[in-house]
């Protein structure tokens, strides 16, 4: 469940890219997005490694919980808008 609400709110904060004006500053929220979450997945790891999961166990989970938001936020920061 915890996996789930993690993706969730990366998927989510990812999106908040896409309403920031197009050009540098969308590519520089992109790249701050992806950031803030590798911290957050750092910290995650950290907390399954505290309560006795090994990082074979762990790596696996992380990476699903990193690679989505951080994708959509590049995908959302590149994309020019088509108005």
């Not at 790891?45 to 762990?58: I, K, V």
């Not at 690679?67 to 590149?78: E, F, H, N, Q």
Request: with cysteine; hydrophobic share 55%.
């Amino acid at each position: 469940m915890r996996t789930l609400i993690l993706l969730v709110i990366g998927l989510s904060l990812a999106a908040l890219v896409a309403w920031v004006p197009a050009g540098r500053r969308r590519r520089l929220t992109a790249g701050g997005v992806g950031a803030l979450w590798l911290a957050v997945v750092g910290w995650n790891l950290a907390t399954g490694l505290s309560h006795g999961y090994t990082l074979g166990e762990e790596l696996p989970i992380q990476a699903l919980i990193l690679l989505p938001p951080v994708a959509l936020a590049a995908w959302l920061g590149c994309r020019t808008p088509t108005r």
